[in-house]
């Protein structure tokens, strides 16, 4: 079945330093979400990406589609204590019923003050 | 603000035990969705109707998951009967489709099931 992989699944780094998520499918997309999910929280939507090639950018935050549309990358310049989180990367693509839809299993981040 | 909300927020059940777990998703969304959440299989969709209409409940167990939406204001998840392995987080999260768009899902704050 539809497979979305993420790497790394933990990333520890000082604070001030930049982060890096990746996301990867096994089969072209029709769009991905990334979703923030603080501890003990609930997941949140960030952003999602629909075209071949997309970036789009978030602040600090910088998120890629790739041209083939099967990867995807989410990008924090200089981290914060407040980005401490699991980010969770959704593939979607068209089924039988509409649009359905895989989460990766999310990337934890650490931030060291 | 409008949000999911989800009840009970915690429930610790014995095994063998009835589970419902209830979720008002924002007014005016077509679309719910139920999520299984633990630390070892991530986060799993288990269903999600379209107004009202269960669409894809492949993953769920069906031998003891039922969900329904009774009405427009309200989803339920049931597991009958529950085991310990049943044991995690479950989210709803409710979004609006059209046609074979998806857009952003916003999610309850989940309720923290322990079977003993």
């Known amino acids: 079945g539809q497979q979305v992989m993420q790497i790394p699944q933990y990333q520890h780094v000082q604070e001030g330093e930049d982060f890096t998520t990746y996301c990867n499918s096994s089969?072209?997309?029709?769009?991905i979400q990334w979703y923030k999910q603080r501890p003990g929280g609930h997941p949140v939507f960030l952003i999602q990406?629909?075209?071949?090639?997309e970036v789009k950018k978030q602040k600090r935050l910088t998120f890629q589609f790739g041209e083939a549309k099967k990867n995807s990358s989410l990008h924090i310049t200089a981290t914060q204590t407040t980005d401490v989180g699991t980010y969770f990367c959704?593939?979607?693509?068209?089924?039988?019923?509409?649009?359905?839809?895989?989460f990766g299993p999310g990337t934890r981040l650490s931030v060291l003050p | 603000d409008a949000r999911v909300t989800q009840t009970p927020r915690d429930k610790v059940t014995e095994m063998g035990q009835e589970v419902t777990m209830r979720c008002q998703p924002i007014?005016?969304?077509?679309?719910v969705f139920w999520y299984r959440q633990t630390m070892m299989q991530g986060l799993e969709l288990l269903a999600y109707?379209?107004?009202?209409?269960?669409?894809?409940d492949s993953g769920m167990p069906k031998d003891r998951f039922s969900a329904e939406m009774p009405d427009a204001t309200l989803a339920t998840l049931k597991i009958q009967p529950s085991e310990p392995r049943d044991s995690a987080v479950y989210f709803c999260?409710?979004?609006?489709?059209?046609?074979?768009?998806?857009?952003?899902?916003?999610f309850g704050p989940g309720t923290r099931l322990t079977v003993l």
């Open positions: 999260a409710s979004g609006m489709t059209e046609g074979t768009s998806f857009n952003e899902q916003f």
């Open positions: 089969t072209t997309l029709s769009n």
């Open positions: 990406l629909v075209k071949s090639g």
């Open positions: 959704a593939g979607g693509w068209r089924g039988n019923y509409g649009q359905n839809f895989v």
């Open positions: 007014l005016g969304h077509n679309t």
């Open positions: 109707f379209r107004n009202r209409a269960p669409l894809d």
